[in-house]
């Protein structure tokens, strides 16, 4: 997929990889929509871009309030026309330190998967018509590596990342032979405050930088080869440009 003049919407905007994902966007020179609940952050990463030369737009919004998801997909074509590309990336754990099923609230696990995995179902309906009448599109989630592996405590995040996996698989088997594509990435273990908050004594050095990661991401992105519905982890995929 061309990246230049594309209008792409990224969720979870404004710090770790979605923040970095909106800075490589913007160098390759698409046209950004940014999605974020934290306003003053938000305006920070716009005006990084802006300040370099790129084109990027702050949407304050929360993708977990059903109400927003369409005011979010009118107001990011409103910003910068049609949108070519969704990233979802915005995604919340739950209440930390994590607990174990037996202890997580009905409503912590209402808000996970509202944020995790409906939010990115309303906000994709919202998007996908006009996709499917240009004939053309890409829809990416971010998932975890939570979604394939038991891990005691993740249980909220794992269940919501395990169905938002397969969720991407459904779009794309409905969605085949149109030009709309679906992507799945599992970006590891990054250096980031949602990781910190998870397992405040990781070792910092031992982990992905968001960066990096966001190379990798953009990479696939625009590799027109990956077939719909496949889900790639972000360190195995060569960084070719």
Not at 5 to 23: F, Q
Request: charge should be negative.
């Amino acid at each position: 997929m061309q990246l230049a003049d594309h209008a792409i919407l990224i969720t979870g905007a404004s710090a770790g990889l979605g923040r970095a994902l909106a800075l490589e966007l913007a160098r390759r020179g698409a046209r950004l929509a940014l999605v974020a609940r934290g306003e003053a952050a938000l305006d920070a990463v716009v005006a990084e871009i802006r300040a370099a030369g790129g084109v990027a737009h702050g949407i304050a919004a929360d993708v977990g309030d059903k109400d927003a998801v369409y005011a979010i997909a009118g107001t990011a074509a409103a910003l910068v026309g049609d949108i070519d590309a969704v990233v979802h990336n915005a995604s919340t754990l739950g209440p930390t330190p994590l607990r174990m099923l037996g202890d997580t609230a009905c409503e912590d696990l209402e808000r996970v998967l509202a944020v995790n995995l409906v939010g990115p179902f309303r906000l994709t309906k919202a998007l996908v018509g006009p996709m499917l009448l240009r004939g053309r599109g890409l829809v990416v989630h971010v998932s975890s590596d939570a979604a394939t592996e038991a891990y005691p405590a993740w249980g909220a995040y794992g269940a919501s990342k395990a169905a938002l996996d397969h969720l991407e698989r459904i779009w794309a088997a409905e969605l085949d032979g149109t030009g709309v594509r679906f992507l799945g990435v599992d970006p590891g273990e990054m250096d980031t405050a949602m990781h910190a908050a998870a397992i405040p004594d990781a070792d910092r050095a031992s982990l992905a930088r968001p960066a990096e990661v966001a190379r990798a991401v953009v990479a696939m992105m625009a590799a027109d080869d990956l077939p719909s519905g496949a889900r790639l982890a972000a360190g195995a995929f060569a960084v070719t440009s």
